[in-house]
């Protein structure tokens, strides 16, 4: 299989990427709402970027090559989704291949989520903190953003050591910041103990 580093990826250099994402996204999900699986197809697009496109760049490699043609794309796509994915989002993947588009899954999933949000009447905060939330505190920050923006809340988590003292918040082109820069002498020494109840402050003195 090619090197990764030797593929073009499209998703990053191609400047139509995102309006051609959202215009496969919109066939997706129109097909996916037709059928009341909507949620489960965003869910399993969700996976298949951020699981197996992330965790394997000769996957990614493999959806981007023109060098490899759609059947074999396709054999590739049975192989590993067939019996993991629903069948409309397998099909979905065999006809992008057949277009020479594979390449644009993450711009395709990209768009279904914006989509989704929209269609729904919800919005993507995207919360960065340096230990994973605790139930408590999720739910604290999915209420109170929700209260504020006057929509449901779906958050993105994101665990960034260097946010030692606490979390930034993202909602679109708004950012929450609350984070302290991490001391070099203080690498190793905070304790975690008790770090729910501090970030649960921050977020207090951020939405207050």
């Known amino acids: 299989m090619e090197n990764p580093e030797d593929v073009r990826h499209e998703t990053v250099m191609d400047t139509g990427a995102e309006k051609l994402g959202r215009t496969y996204a919109q066939s997706l999900l129109a097909a996916a709402e037709g059928r009341g699986i909507i949620d489960s197809i965003v869910d399993q697009l969700n996976r298949l970027v951020d699981e197996y496109l992330a965790g394997s760049p000769q996957l990614a490699a493999a959806f981007a090559s023109p060098r490899i043609d759609a059947t074999d794309k396709g054999r590739i796509i049975d192989r590993i989704f067939g019996d993991e994915f629903d069948p409309l989002l397998v099909n979905?993947?065999?006809?992008?291949?057949?277009?020479?588009?594979?390449?644009?899954?993450?711009?395709?999933?990209?768009?279904?989520?914006?989509?989704?949000?929209?269609?729904?009447?919800?919005?993507?905060?995207?919360?960065?903190?340096?230990?994973?939330?605790?139930?408590?505190?999720?739910?604290?920050?999915?209420?109170?953003?929700?209260?504020?923006?006057?929509?449901?809340?779906?958050?993105?988590?994101?665990?960034?050591?260097?946010?030692?003292?606490?979390?930034?918040i993202r909602v679109g082109d708004t950012v929450f910041d609350s984070s302290v820069a991490t001391r070099l002498d203080a690498i190793g020494k905070r304790a975690r103990e008790g770090f729910s109840s501090k970030l649960s402050q921050r977020f207090e003195q951020l939405t207050g």
């Open 92 to 168: 979905f993947l065999k006809v992008m291949a057949s277009r020479g588009r594979l390449g644009y899954v993450p711009a395709v999933r990209d768009g279904a989520t914006a989509l989704f949000d929209e269609h729904f009447g919800q919005v993507l905060a995207k919360v960065s903190t340096a230990v994973p939330l605790d139930d408590a505190l999720r739910t604290q920050i999915t209420d109170r953003l929700g209260n504020a923006l006057g929509k449901k809340v779906r958050l993105q988590e994101v665990v960034d050591p260097e946010l030692i003292g606490g979390m930034v």
